[in-house]
């Protein structure tokens, strides 16, 4: 799968002695013939609720899909009176149990109303799939500053994650400047920066722990567009270069397969150049843009595509494989060291490696911001992503998933303060994010005002968040 979340295919590219593996995009319909249809979450006939990859499931007191805030309202007096929890799920993506409950669980498809606009911002319903926020914003010019790998998710479970890109921003969370948030008391409240500050700066990566949100005003910007580039490195030569590669491009990532020298360094540059296929197609080209000081050319078998903003940063589709994925964050100037060390770990479970399940690592990058509960909390960071893939009918072994998964928190947490993604595979504890959350404390206090009961919680927050 590749790091866009695109599907995949496999191209060998032949240089001397070398094999390249490269990744890209599958055809646009092939991934919508994937038997999971559209959506990413599954309720089959006994009423189980099932994530994305399959692996994290529930059997709810009821399943609800409320079109309206009076429907939602009406869920949490009706769980308020039964004395059972209330959580709400997006598109399903997150790989965490983040929203697992016993009690009602709402399905926020169908309250996906986008209400609204001005010159710089839209306002839109918490199921809102972040698709269409884009389709509504291009129509108009618009754009939000970045986006993470695809766009199917709802904008609420986006953002109380903080899903993120890489480059020049935040996670999505930052691009919200207000809320209105229904509480555990059943009364809805604004929050921004100015009124209700604290519930704002907690809420926007509130993992669903502080009130259900109804609407969410983001900030935009004036849509651009951006070449992207998929050129084929070895490994330890990327890693040799990536300082000054860092310092020429703002937008950067990079990938490798493990146990393999085989990287790739994904860019998105800026352009006026006019817009051909796109990058939606499947097609591509040599790059417009000129080689990276000091290169006397783009590698063989460099990719490149034209296209709006939003379509060379997201994928047209769900990914046609299944994989489970974990995120470490850690400071970005300890990037190289990180990865070396996990290198290292890799090596060391080679033996244990099960060949049938296929291995991605990656990093991006994310500017710091002041959101309490935010992997990026005041800190430049880079984030490090270990996927597990399996196939288009089932995800990976437990087995590989946890011993890679536990391999890298071990290392991100005790050498480099990693900080975990709450939507993807993790083993933290409260203890654990106090050590490396400044304002966790705040953010429990803050939880038990707002929800002394406990309306929202499952067994995951309890975990993340109580003694």
């Not at 994650?161 to 919200?176: K, R």
């Not at 993992?207 to 998929?230: C, D, H, Q």
């Not at 300890?334 to 490696?353: A, G, L, P, T, W």
């Not at 993807?424 to 994010?433: E, I, L, P």
């Amino acid at each position: 799968v590749n790091w866009d979340g695109r599907g995949k295919f496999l191209l060998k590219h032949m240089a001397g002695n070398r094999s390249w593996l490269l990744f890209g995009v599958l055809a646009t319909l092939a991934v919508l013939s994937c038997a999971r249809g559209l959506h990413g979450a599954q309720k089959d006939a006994s009423g189980t609720w099932v994530n994305w990859d399959g692996r994290q499931k529930c059997s709810p007191h009821s399943i609800l899909q409320p079109k309206s805030e009076v429907e939602i309202l009406d869920s949490v007096q009706t769980a308020i009176s039964q004395k059972i929890p209330i959580k709400a799920a997006g598109d399903g993506h997150s790989f965490s149990p983040i929203v697992l409950t016993e009690g009602i669980l709402l399905d926020l498809v169908q309250f996906n109303q986008i209400l609204g606009a001005t010159d710089n911002t839209v306002t839109v319903q918490a199921g809102t799939r972040i698709h269409d926020i884009n389709a509504f914003l291009a129509a108009r010019g618009r754009a939000l500053a970045n986006l993470g790998a695809i766009s199917m998710q709802s904008i609420a479970g986006a953002t109380q994650t903080n899903t993120h890109g890489t480059g020049p921003t935040g996670g999505l969370a930052t691009l919200i400047i207000e809320v209105r948030v229904l509480l555990a008391n059943a009364t809805i409240v604004v929050a921004n920066a100015t009124h209700n500050s604290d519930l704002f700066h907690a809420i926007r990566v509130g993992m669903g722990a502080l009130g259900l949100l109804l609407t969410l005003t983001l900030e935009t910007v004036p849509l651009w567009t951006m070449e992207r580039i998929a050129a084929p490195m070895l490994l330890e030569d990327l890693m040799s270069q990536l300082p000054a590669l860092r310092k020429q491009y703002e937008r950067l990532q990079w990938y490798w397969t493990p146990y393999t020298q085989n990287a790739t360094l994904l860019l998105r540059v800026n352009t006026s150049a006019p817009i051909t296929t796109g990058c939606w197609s499947g097609a591509s080209s040599l790059p417009l843009t000129p080689p990276p000081a000091g290169w006397a050319a783009w590698p063989a078998g460099t990719k490149a595509c034209v296209d709006a903003s939003y379509r060379t940063l997201t994928a047209p589709a769900d990914d046609a494989t299944l994989y489970t994925e974990m995120e470490m964050m850690v400071g970005a100037e300890n990037d190289v060291s990180v990865i070396r060390d996990f290198i290292s770990f890799q090596e060391s479970v080679k033996s244990m490696h099960d060949p049938r399940w296929s291995l991605f690592t990656g990093v991006r990058y994310v500017e710091p911001d002041s959101i309490w509960l935010s992997p990026f909390y005041n800190r430049s960071t880079a984030v490090v992503s270990m996927i597990v893939l399996g196939t288009a009918n089932r995800t990976a072994a437990n087995d590989e998933i946890s011993m890679y998964d536990h391999g890298l928190q071990r290392l991100a947490f005790e050498r480099y303060q990693g900080r975990p993604h709450p939507g993807k595979n993790n083993f933290f504890t409260a203890s654990d994010m106090s050590k490396v959350y400044p304002r966790f404390q705040d953010f429990v206090n803050l939880r038990k005002q707002v929800d002394p009961h406990g309306l929202f919680s499952n067994q995951y927050l309890q975990t993340l968040l109580e003694d």
